[in-house]
């Protein structure tokens, strides 16, 4: 397993419980992977190092977590290797390293999304606002960490984010706003099958009620009780099958997660954003419903049999997963802060908590280190019930300056989250 992060630790502990999965390994880790599987130090960006450690470990299958090692290449050092991959290659994972690349990808497959412009420089981006008006929205071309989007109705805040993007020589992109609620799906490929996990709701903004700034997700909840009963078979029809059918005909097949992050607009199902691996948050609660090992589910995307794979499982349990993060989060995060309660947590009935942005002092004491530091999830019987578990959990966790938002899956348990009726039409 490459990578550090939360979404890391959820699927080393979904292939722990695989029966079929003799032993797990995880390179870099953090503190709280190191504690159930052996870990190793290397820079999960570096081919030839990530590369050398699966030959030397003799590994059967490596699963590329994050964006950054798939947009240098690892994938391919991989397979380069003749060990089985996880993970798509450096050119298939354009389609979330390059925004403008995905909107390419997605008008050759004729996929549903919003209206959109690439600009280079301030004038192109200042047309481009006053062309599609408010709410602006504006992303950052390249890689940002989920953090390179601003929505905003003020206009200049939305051209001082593509000034920010141009004077790193970066571009961006420039999109229509889309209406509606949002769902994130990730849909399994091989290359030419999909197979759809279960749809789930991240919250990006960093405060209550949508508020503050854009970050990486602050919680997450799944499965979607209000979403449209023929959404995933939709997805899979217009959207995921589709652009990994035309990701085939350019020669560059995609053999890993596709995340589609979707728009329920009064005008149908738009995409909003391809990533090419799992998410963070959504994978902590997705996976934590998720009943069909997961280790041969993967190995046989790696290998191109995600036919032979029959109807995934699910728990009929709801998750929701909360976000612990570090003081100053999403700017300039405090690291280093002692973290406590972890065993209570932990402790209590439907509970778990998995670790993000963590390590160790020279005591051994859990500490943080990086901005959203821990996802505590609660397994329930409905998104109240789930929520209360959730909570309960974080609530024991002390972490000096930490901040959570108090209001992840709240609308929906409210049943106040609303799909127009045109919403899944085309």
Not at 63 to 81: F, S, T, W
Not at 177 to 190: I, K, Q, T
Not at 347 to 356: E, N, S
């Amino acid at each position: 397993m490459i990578g550090p992060g939360g979404r890391e630790h959820a699927i080393v502990r979904s292939l722990l419980s695989d029966p079929n999965v003799s032993e797990v390994h995880a390179a870099p880790g953090n503190a709280g992977i190191a504690a159930i599987v052996p870990t190793h130090d290397v820079n999960a960006s570096d081919p030839a190092a990530v590369s050398a450690l699966a030959l030397k470990l003799g590994s059967d299958l490596v699963i590329v977590g994050p964006e950054a090692p798939l947009a240098a290449g690892v994938a391919d050092a991989v397979r380069a290797a003749g060990i089985p991959v996880f993970g798509p290659s450096k050119e298939a994972a354009q389609l979330e390293a390059s925004k403008a690349f995905a909107k390419t990808v997605m008008a050759e497959a004729q996929v549903p999304t919003a209206m959109a412009r690439v600009a280079v420089n301030v004038q192109e981006a200042a047309d481009a606002l006053d062309a599609f008006g408010a709410p602006y929205v504006v992303k950052d071309d390249g890689l940002a960490a989920g953090k390179g989007v601003v929505v905003t109705n003020d206009r200049e805040e939305a051209l001082a984010h593509a000034e920010s993007c141009f004077k790193v020589g970066g571009t961006v992109v420039i999109e229509e706003f889309l209406d509606g609620p949002e769902v994130s799906l990730f849909v399994l490929a091989d290359g030419r099958t999909v197979v759809p996990l279960a749809p789930a709701q991240d919250f990006k903004r960093i405060f209550d009620g949508d508020e503050g700034p854009n970050t990486g997700g602050m919680g997450a909840y799944s499965p979607l009780e209000w979403a449209p009963a023929n959404l995933v078979q939709e997805v899979i029809d217009r959207v995921a099958q589709p652009t990994i059918d035309a990701m085939a005909h350019r020669g560059t097949p995609f053999i890993g997660v596709l995340y589609c992050g979707l728009a329920l607009t009064s005008r149908g199902t738009r995409v909003i954003e391809f990533n090419a691996r799992f998410g963070d948050p959504e994978t902590q609660a997705v996976l934590a419903r998720l009943k069909t090992p997961l280790g041969g589910v993967l190995m046989a995307a790696a290998k191109g049999q995600l036919d032979e794979i029959e109807d995934l499982r699910w728990s009929p349990e709801t998750a929701v997963a909360v976000v612990l993060a570090s003081e100053n989060y999403p700017s300039t995060p405090r690291t280093g802060d002692k973290i406590r309660g972890l065993k209570k947590a932990n402790r209590l009935d439907g509970v778990h908590v998995l670790h993000a942005g963590t390590g160790a002092d020279a005591d051994g004491n859990t500490v943080s280190a990086g901005g959203r530091v821990l996802a505590v999830v609660g397994m329930g019987v409905d998104l109240e019930d789930a929520r209360e578990r959730a909570y309960s959990g974080i609530e024991q966790i002390s972490l000096e300056g930490g901040q959570y938002r108090t209001d992840i899956a709240a609308k929906a348990a409210r049943g106040e989250i609303n799909v127009a009726d045109t919403a899944s039409q085309p």
